[in-house]
């Protein structure tokens, strides 16, 4: 017995509008709204809702036999819901038939996990609340974005409490290993790795209609066959790929989609099952302990991170940043917050890649500029404007712990006015109870007083936080 | 393979790019090993580097019969080319020439630049070229640039050697679009005749075909290199500075679309406040861009640095920290290449035959002044931008090396003598 789990990521980012320096300081929208509304909807169009109506046929005729698993990333949410919301529907749909899971990642598709752990944990949490509100689960597996992983990752993943997380397969980190088993991170014991099966992942995502490659036409039958054959051991297969890959990497007329159609009866023959990776961690043991010292990723030949951090204006880009990280996570005003999201997408980093291999030209043909660049002069001027507006909110002449204790205060005479209230309902309540039941009236006249006091507080509460804004202007 | 090159220019004596290219595609060549290359040049000073191919001059290739020992030849001409050689080509002389006036050796003068009768110096060079093709034994013809094809065409006419000629700019280029007739004539002829023609850029091959109506087969672009810098310019000593500065280095003329420099520096300015603009060169629109920036009240930001030689745009170049090329057309343009040779990061246009081979530098249409004025902002002010313009630059600079042009030069010989299947 052998099991296939699949797993497709969907991902869009917020492309940003072409902004000049000139506009530092004076316009503080960036995106390129036409880019954004034509790319999710031509995508959506062609490949995820297609896709999805394939899959909740498969679901239904195998009668509930056939189950997949999604990363679907916080920003891609946001644009299907405002410009295609009747795919939300259509993943809603799935999501009721229970043979879909949805995976934990981070809201943004960002690389947070390699700067900034707080932040890390801030858009997980972001993230998954997300998925609960549009599908009701509460994600149990992690999966980073591009597959990013190492020893650092897997202790903030099993910190946060999941039980499972996915990553590359990558060969150098494997050696001589299968992907085809399930491992455990050597500093998180407690945290299961699924490996992706790069070959059997790429066969469909890449090569399935490359007529000049050996296996071509690739068939459910041929496919399945390779994947019986394998080992008897080897009991797991992981297919993880972009959901893109139905319909716009591989088009339809390639017939991609009868494939996957044909896939669930051919597994049948070969008593090979389809598991989410919540099941497959139920169910299948690690074989065995991963060391990755350094990050992996799914991305480019090299497998690591230099995709997104490989260059100095890579490297500038995310520092800066991640430099104001600390003083967005102080603020609450929402545009900043939104703003901050989108800003920290990974793709942003990947169009400023500079390899000029046979890897470099898949990020150009990505990449809304015309080189790389161009792409981080762009990022910069907005990245710039957005450190300004940072600034105008929290000076930076004033520092992390100065604010932080300002805002503790406020914080706490917050706490403190909400922790009178509160008392101040329950003696209330207690009050009605004793009026209503026999006790004599003395305890009401110690209550007015008290009574009084929250009402005095509670006006005091804006003035307040408005004077120490104003002193902090002032410094 | 022995082959005969008409050139116009030579190092160190060089007017233009032309006699750089030359040079270093020569050199490139005989670093290939196994070739055997005469130079043709009008006006040899003596001082030309000759370990890597022999120099002929056209001024001292005689055209009429003259008696003169050898002691007086080789006080005349001996600095330049050994007097056996001229005993040699003397036995060649094919016709009367004595109506074109010739001096004391038989030799006609020649300027060696651009004079006003140009056309008859290209002419006195294509008789030469006569002699010099019945005196040596060659393999192939290469002629550089259409001053030299009617010379070329000639040698092919008296040897029938196959023929190449070397396009390292078209009359599109120089007058955009508004064509010389006579030059266009010759340039066109040269292509006719030629068995194979190179073009620096794929965008000068692309004239070639369309401009001049030539087979595409037979059009094939060698992209040109540079020499390595000798280490005393590259550690050339600059005053201190206290601002950024911006270089524009080249012909103030049309062809290099100055107009477009003053006007991203004026949209600079209007953010940045401590940055200077220079322009260095000399040309017919000099005084039109003075009045420009004057105009566009950015004068005590923007400089006119005049024409420089030598070690002076080394100085220059090691002094910015931008560099820019905003050609309308430009079949290859080598400066960038020597910008990123000091480390500087290098703004070009699209237009130019350059950005064909270059990864790392700003490419932007010329006209488009914003994206010009965006790319030299971003330099200034992020950090990153500068040092990775700078460093992969410099690393992308130094494999673009004449050995490897010389060596598809090489390859083009070979194919079109039926050496090669």
Known sequence: MKAICFYFQIHQPFRLKNYRFFDIGNDHYYYDDFANDDIITRIARRSYLPANEMLLDMIKEYKKKFKVAFSISGTALEQLEQYVPEFIDSMKELAATGCVEFLSETYAHSLASLQDPEEFVAQVKAHDEKIYQLFGQHPKVFRNTELIYDDDIASMVQAMGFKGAITEGAKHILGWKSPNYVYKAATAPKL??????????????????????????????????WIASLPQEEQLVNLFMNYETFGELQARESGIFDFM?????????????FWTPSEVIAKLKPVGEMTVMHPISWADEERDASAWLGNTLQQEAVEKLYSIGERVRLCQDRRIKQDWNYLQASDHFFYMSTKHNSDGTIHSLYSPYDSPYTAFTNYMNVLSDFMIRVEQ?????????????????????????????REVDMMRNNLEKDLTGDLVEEPATEIVPEEK????????????KRTTKKTLAKK | MKALMFGWEFPPHILGGL???????????????????????PKPWGDEPKD???????????????????????????????PQQYYSLRDHIYADFNH?????????????????????EINNYSIVAGVIARTLDFDVIHSHDWLTYPAGIHAKQVSNKPFVIHVHATDFDRSRGNVNPNVFRIEKDGMTHADHIITVSNLTRRTVIEKYGISPDKVTTVHNAVEPLSEELLNVEVPPKHDKIVTFLGRITMQKGPEYFVEAAVQVLRKVHNVQFVMAGGGDMMEKMIRLAARRNIADRFHFAGFLRGKQVYEMLKASDVYIMPSVSEPFGISPLEAMQMGVPSIISKQSGCAEILDNVIKVDYWDTNAIADAIYSILEYPSMYR????????EVNQITWDKAGAKVINIYKAISGLTP
């Open chain 1, 192 to 225: 299961k790795l699924l490996l992706k099966n790069s070959k059997l992942s790429d066969d469909i995502s890449f090569r399935f209609s490359d007529s000049g490659w050996a296996a071509y036409p690739l068939t459910a039958e041929k496919y399945l066959g």
């Open chain 1, 261 to 273: 159609r044909a896939l669930p009866r051919f597994a049948g023959d070969h008593d090979i099952q």
């Open chain 1, 393 to 421: 909110q929290y000076p930076s002449d004033i520092d992390n712990e100065e604010l932080n204790s300002l805002l503790l205060t406020i914080r706490n005479q917050e706490h403190e006015i909400e922790e009178l209230k």
């Open chain 1, 453 to 464: 006091a929250p009402e005095e507080k509670a006006p005091e509460k804006p003035k307040r």
């Open chain 2, 19 to 41: 006699g750089t290219a030359s040079f270093g595609l020569t050199k490139g060549m005989a670093e290939c090993g196994d070739m055997d290359i005469t130079f043709v040049i």
């Open chain 2, 52 to 82: 890597f191919a022999r120099i002929i001059g056209a001024n001292c290739t005689p055209v009429v019969w003259r008696d003169v020992n050898w002691d007086h030849v080789q006080s005349r001409i001996g600095h330049v080319m050994d």
């Open chain 2, 100 to 120: 074109i006036g010739t001096n004391d050796l038989g030799c006609i003068e020649f300027s060696g630049r651009y004079p006003e009768n140009l056309l008859e």
């Open chain 2, 388 to 395: 990775q313009l700078r460093e992969n630059g410099l690393a």
